[in-house]
């Protein structure tokens, strides 16, 4: 997910440089969402991994 992120920022980044500024500012927003989507996945699968190694001890 963190992929299609970067991807989409590029994307924002390369229409920006070339004028299309909705279309920049759409991927901008799309990759923010995916970015923030990407870093709660994480952090769950990282409190859910403490805690099922806490349990194992």
């Not at 004028?19 to 500012?25: E, K, M, P, R, W």
């Not at 990407?38 to 194992?56: D, E, H, K, P, T």
């Amino acid at each position: 997910m963190v992929k299609w992120a970067i991807i989409f920022f590029v994307i924002s980044l390369i229409a920006g440089l070339f004028g299309f500024t909705n279309i920049s500012a759409g991927a901008a927003g799309i990759s923010k969402v995916l970015f923030v989507i990407a870093l709660v996945i994480f952090l769950i699968v990282l409190i859910f991994g403490v805690g099922l190694g806490v349990l194992a001890f």
